[in-house]
């Protein structure tokens, strides 16, 4: 079955306690991104990738990180969270940003 | 730099009704691209349609139809004959064929079918 898989769905963690929230992908493609839910902002994006290590900032970049050393993975990594990062986030794949995105179920993280 | 505008935050109706969702947007490019997106009550988030900047046809599925207008920089989208299972927020989506392939994303409009 051709999927997005994230994991955690849930997180609750505290403020400066680096984590990592990872994304796999079986279909193949080569354009991975990754996207915050926030009420009233809509889906914004925080980093893509157009390849294997080729990635690029989105429009809310800072406080996240992202690596691609693999085709089907790209995991988003945060170094100190912060209060301000709680939110939904999901992983999404596609040929490229101009095909149909594919989305993953979303991790729901909180910051205390 | 690629914008996408959806004003209407939040829209009732009551079943069967029509309803129009509407999206503008805002770009330097000659080519690129436009979606929709269905995120129901579960969270998931839906594709529904994909058209770039060259083809102008209005496209039907179903009781979803789309209004593609380059010349008001419009893409809205209309349920005809709304249903309850309709409920959801929708989001439109902009991507730009020249540069960086980021994707921009409307804020959504909730739209919410009343029985």
């Known amino acids: 079955e051709a999927q997005v898989t994230q994991n955690p769905r849930y997180l609750i963690t505290v403020t400066g306690k680096k984590l990592t929230v990872t994304c796999s992908q079986n279909m193949n493609h080569e354009y991975m991104s990754w996207y915050r839910q926030d009420p009233g902002l809509g889906l914004r994006q925080i980093y893509y990738?157009?390849?294997?290590?080729?990635?690029d900032k989105g429009d809310v970049p800072e406080g996240y990180k992202v690596s691609r050393k693999e085709k089907r993975n790209f995991p988003l990594i945060l170094e100190s969270p912060s209060p301000n990062q709680t939110s939904l986030y999901f992983c999404?794949?596609?040929?490229?940003?101009?095909?149909?995105?594919?989305f993953g179920p979303g991790t729901r993280l909180t910051v205390t | 730099a690629q914008k996408v505008t959806q004003a209407q935050t939040e829209i009732s109706v009551v079943e069967k009704e029509d309803v129009t969702l509407d999206c503008v947007y805002e770009?330097?490019?000659?080519?690129?691209?436009l979606f929709w997106y269905k995120q129901p009550p579960s969270g998931e988030l839906v594709f529904l349609i994909r058209r770039n900047s060259f083809d102008e046809q209005n496209e039907i599925s179903g009781r979803y139809s789309w209004n593609f207008q380059k010349s008001t920089s419009s893409f809205n989208f209309t349920i005809t004959a709304s249903q309850v299972v309709d409920s959801a927020v929708y989001f439109c989506?902009?991507?730009?064929?020249?540069?960086?392939?980021?994707?921009?994303f409307g804020q959504g409009t909730r739209l919410t079918i009343n029985p």
């Open positions: 990738s157009m390849n294997v290590e080729v990635t």
């Open positions: 989506a902009l991507s730009e064929a020249e540069g960086a392939q980021k994707l921009v």
């Open positions: 999404a794949s596609s040929f490229s940003a101009f095909y149909e995105q594919y």
């Open positions: 770009t330097r490019d000659t080519t690129y691209y």
